[in-house]
């Protein structure tokens, strides 16, 4: 089993429709294939973790790159795993905020202007903060 972290940048600016659509489909198709996750997204940026047999998760990895919704795929991180994070979620959501930075103040120092690809590529232990604080809550 791996977990796999990518970030990529929206085409044009989903609406919150557009969001709800895009997680009812990774929930849907997770599911099917015993996936697990957390999705993340704000200010253009996509930030996603995925859990599952290598298999899965590298095939799923493949359709986001060619998903039109999505340019300039970049994986952070690919590695084995023992257990899940993102156990019972087949996908996890959390649309990020300037309000979402300013109420936790893990996140405070962040800020929705360096919730980008450059910054979180650049800095690995803020990506891990962001995926813990997104288990406080689901939806």
Partial sequence: MISSIYISQAVG???????FDLLEQCRRNNVKKGLTGMLMYGGGTYLQCLEGEAADVDELLKTIDADPR???VKILRRVP???????????GFEHVTEKSFEESAGLRKLGLSSYNPEYLENNPEMVDTLLRWATRTKI
């Fill in 81 to 91: 795993i023992a257990a899940r994070q993102f156990t019972d979620w087949s996908m």
């Fill in 70 to 72: 999505h340019t300039a």
């Fill in 13 to 19: 600016e989903p609406s919150e429709d557009d969001l």
